[in-house]
């Protein structure tokens, strides 16, 4: 089984996803005041914007996902600190004031036992920072 959140700030919504193999395909259901359960996707569709059911890839199970207004929820940060030593080539690095796209990522020892990581981007000369120097990017 698998979950998802994800904002769309575009549209304004909060996204729930559920995914699971079973073959089976949930039904909205009216159960006697005596049930135990079935009241699940009740909910959903009396709360969602939106909801709806698809396929998983490969045709095995299904995810359900649901749609929630959500207009005031924050925008999602501009970027995350990571260290030097784990950004990848691809990822923007924010240096100098601007976003570059990371080409290369290298690393070189230093006489103290320390690494500095090189990191060609593309444009400009090559950054290099310590390791463990915190760094912001965004994929």
Known sequence: MGVRITHSEVEGTLRLEVSDAGAGRPEVR???????SGRGLMLVEA???????????GGIGKTVWAELKAPDLPPAPAGRQVAAVTVRAGQAVRAWGAWHT??????????????????????GPALRVHASEPLTVRD
């Not at 009216?30 to 135990?36: F, L, Q, R, S």
Request: charged residues 30%; hydrophobic residues 40%; glycine residues 8%.
């Open 47 to 57: 709360l969602a914007h939106r909801w709806g059911v698809l396929d998983r890839a």
């Open 102 to 123: 990371t080409r290369s990522v290298r690393t070189e020892p230093l006489a103290s036992g320390d690494l500095v990581v090189v990191l060609g981007l593309d444009e």
């Open 30 to 36: 009216a159960p006697m005041d005596d049930e135990t």
